[in-house]
T-cell receptor
Framework: SQQGEEDPQALSIQEGENATMNCSYK?????LQWYRQNSGRGLVHLIL?????REKHSGRLRVTLDTSKKSSSLLITASRAADTASYFC????????????FGTGTRLTVIP | EPEVTQTPSHQVTQMGQEVILRCVPI?????FYWYRQILGQKVEFLVS????????KSEIFDDQFSVERPDGSNFTLKIRSTKLEDSAMYFC???????????FGDGTRLSIL
């Protein structure tokens, strides 16, 4: 299975702290994407990192990718209560249709 | 910003009935997808669609499932004879050319009674 696994499954931090979530996967990838899901809502795309990239930034988000270890991390700096959500990594492994394989997710709670 | 829209937001259907879930992808996108998420579980790929045909499908997407793009804007998922285990959140997604990210709708919650 190409599906990833996130670690930790749940994370609770105080507002202002940084949150780090990790993702591991099993096969070669074209790219890896991070998505956010608020309870009962759809998936919001956060950031895409290609297999030949090692680090990418977007606002308070920083994503790293280590293809040798088949792992990625998502760092959210200076967290806010509004960052409370589930975060998923998704791997794109096929050269064609690029369907995504999602991980199990990390449930992040930011306490005001 | 353009969005993927899905209707209805919640569908309740008796077991054995047919159900059609509807999606309007972002207008200039060419690749379309359906995923599902059973409550408390991970998001699972069902099917991808490009150039008016299925590109890939998962093991979940058996003969009870079909997809269609009946016109230039809608993309539908049909389940012919629903089962209890079809109860899930169904997400539609679309993306443009190249290695662009997929954009997801808010989903349709399907409840089979």
């Amino acid at each position: 299975s190409q599906q990833g696994e996130e670690d930790p499954q749940a994370l609770s931090i105080q507002e202002g702290e940084n949150a780090t979530m990790n993702c591991s996967y099993k096969t070669s990838i074209n790219n890896l994407q991070w998505y956010r899901q608020n309870s009962g809502r759809g998936l919001v795309h956060l950031i895409l990192i290609r297999s030949n990239e090692r680090e990418k930034h977007s606002g308070r988000l920083r994503v790293t990718l280590d293809t040798s270890k088949k792992s990625s991390s998502l760092l959210i700096t200076a967290s806010r209560a509004a960052d409370t959500a589930s975060y998923f990594c998704a791997t794109d492994v096929s050269p064609g249709a690029n369907n995504l394989f999602f991980g199990t997710g990390t449930r992040l709670t930011v306490i005001p | 910003e353009p969005e993927v829209t899905q209707t209805p937001s919640h569908q309740v259907t008796q077991m054995g009935q047919e159900v059609i879930l509807r999606c309007v992808p972002i207008s200039n996108h060419l690749y379309f997808y359906w995923y599902r998420q059973i409550l408390g579980q991970k998001v699972e790929f069902l099917v991808s669609f490009y150039n008016n045909e299925i590109s890939e499908k998962s093991e979940i997407f058996d003969d009870q499932f079909s997809v269609e793009r009946p016109d230039g804007s809608n993309f539908t998922l049909k389940i012919r004879s629903t089962k209890l285990e079809d109860s899930a959140m169904y997400f539609c997604a679309s993306r443009g050319q190249g290695g662009q990210p997929q954009h997801f709708g808010d989903g349709t919650r399907l409840s089979i009674l």
